[in-house]
């Protein structure tokens, strides 16, 4: 079997044991949980800190249109501050158990391809 098709396979059976990390069992819900709070706060936290950013915008912008321009962008523009909260809140320390999951099914699926 060729190299690449044994990366492939591991790199299948590497997602696939990820999925499985998030499924339903008590292990699977600690998994979803240990990403939900933090980034719950963080969506929260970024939401309020790009609100207050587009308020002082919308305030200091010299004419009506302007502010009008920054109005209708506000919605965008909070939301996508709520997701880069809820990303920088998770950080690369909420993502290493998945990390982990998935180096050992892709070595899993590596060996087997192998064989």
């Given at each position: 079997m060729s190299t690449w098709n044994r990366i492939e396979s591991g790199i299948k059976q590497g997602l696939k044991d990820v999925a499985a990390s998030?499924?339903?069992?008590?292990?699977?819900?600690a998994n979803t949980a240990s990403k939900v709070g933090p980034a719950t706060v963080g969506a929260r936290?970024?939401?309020r800190e790009t609100e207050a950013e587009v308020r002082t915008k919308?305030?200091?912008a010299e004419t009506r249109l302007a502010a009008g321009r920054i109005e209708k962008?506000?919605?965008?523009t909070i939301a996508k501050g709520a997701a880069k909260g809820a990303i920088k809140a998770i950080g690369i320390?909420?993502?290493?158990?998945?990390?982990?999951?998935?180096?050992n099914g892709f070595?899993?699926?590596y060996?087997?391809?192998?064989n």
């Open positions: 998030y499924g339903i069992n008590w292990s699977g819900a936290n970024g939401w919308i305030s200091q962008a506000a919605t965008q320390w909420g993502f290493i158990p998945d990390i982990v999951i998935f180096a070595r899993k699926g060996s087997a391809a192998g």
